[in-house]
């Protein structure tokens, strides 16, 4: 009987631990970067749902149903805003029915030019659904006032369970 009760965990360990190393992408065609197409989100922001394709095209971002998308990194950029201002950055997902979820945030000080950038990692992941929007909104530390900002995001598709 305790031959039998090892053996038998020992299998329920095997199967646990490879259904939590399972999630990723399972092909190169899985993997996804996606940009800011300029495209306002519903609550405010900008909408990061334009998608590279393998040979540099660009075309909407389109997540099949059954499948979710799950963003592990995000770039994000402002241009021509005082120098030296702190800019907070708010990641959300929105819906076009009225649901905006806070997801992730960051913040850094514009150089002297103006310029400002930024760069999270989200381990796991987020997960972005179909009719979902992945959306940045950057506003000023000192004015409170929302400034232009545009994202990059990195991720991959997978079947959503």
Known sequence: M???SVG???LLFAATTANAAG???RKASDLVMITASNTDCPFGGEAIDLRFAA???TSALVIPAGQALV???VQWRTFGIVAYEHIELLLSLQTATGVATAVAGDGSISDSLGGNA???QITPGVIVRPGQTLCTTCTSAFSSQT???L?????????DK
Do not use: H, Y
């Not at 994202?151 to 079947?159: E, I």
């Open 2 to 4: 305790r031959t039998v």
């Open 8 to 10: 038998l965990l020992i």
């Open 23 to 25: 999630l990723g992408p």
């Open 55 to 57: 040979d540099g095209t």
């Open 71 to 73: 963003v592990q990194s």
């Open 118 to 120: 930024g760069s999270i």
């Open 147 to 149: 400034v232009q900002c």
């Open 151 to 159: 994202g990059t995001a990195q991720g991959f598709l997978t079947k």
